[in-house]
């Protein structure tokens, strides 16, 4: 099982960025997490396999939008109005339950990190 990542890099606040995970399969849920220097892990946003349910952290809900596209098998964060605190590196995972969840242990499988940088 693989979960690559990619998309981040340096933007100004206000600005936008795309997220990708590619992974080797299709599990059920998808989410991001993201962790701050000095910070502990937390949950940006997860998905169901078809979509039509999604969650989102109150700190990014109305910014961020996860999608997923199961014939690449890979979801996608799109980040908007972006902030200097969404400065972190982020992490895609993946689930096999069948239920939404904000939680780590929830996730039995990370991809690497990807490194979103703010300026303001």
């Known amino acids: 099982v693989q979960l690559q990542a990619s998309g981040g890099g340096l933007v100004q606040a206000g600005g936008s960025l795309r997220l990708s995970c590619a992974a080797s399969f299709s599990p059920y849920i998808m989410g991001w997490f993201r962790q701050a220097p000095g910070k502990e892990r937390e949950f940006v946003s997860a998905?169901?396999?078809?979509?039509?349910?999604?969650n989102y952290a109150e700190s990014v809900k109305g910014r961020f939008t996860i999608t997923r596209d199961n014939g690449k098998n890979t979801v996608y964060l799109q980040m908007n109005s972006l902030k200097p605190e969404d400065t972190a590196a982020y992490y895609c995972?993946?689930?096999?339950?069948?239920?939404?969840?904000?939680?780590?242990?929830?996730?039995?499988?990370w991809g690497q990190g990807t490194l979103v940088t703010v300026s303001s």
């Open positions: 998905i169901t396999l078809s979509g039509r349910s999604t």
């Open positions: 995972a993946a689930s096999s339950s069948f239920a939404l969840s904000r939680t780590r242990d929830s996730y039995s499988y």
